[in-house]
């Protein structure tokens, strides 16, 4: 990236830390997710990402569910886990 880019970038990131803003423009859904451009406009057009298209031209992402579908399909941790199956084992053991 050269200095001019990083620096719109770092304006845009200091906006968005700066504001409690709800709803990104595309440009700020990928500083905010750290999505490249190209793929975020790949699960734009594919449907695989929540947004909407007001005016047909531009895109908006709210942020909470960008949140949202940046968190699903979450995996457990191995302690977790461990935690689960233990409360499961002292739960068989009471019966």
Avoid at 26 to 42: H, M, P, Q, V
């Amino acid at each position: 990236m050269d200095n001019l880019m990083i620096l719109e970038r770092f304006n845009r990131l200091e906006k968005l830390l700066a504001g409690r803003k709800e709803v990104l423009t595309f440009n700020e859904a990928c500083d905010y997710t750290g999505i490249s451009r190209s793929y975020l406009y790949k699960l734009t057009s594919s449907g695989k990402i929540p947004h909407s298209k007001p005016n047909g031209k531009m895109l908006f992402f709210e942020k909470r569910k960008l949140v949202e579908w940046l968190l699903q399909n979450k995996h457990k941790s191995q302690d977790e886990i461990e935690m689960e199956a233990a409360a499961y084992a002292m739960n068989k053991k009471s019966r």
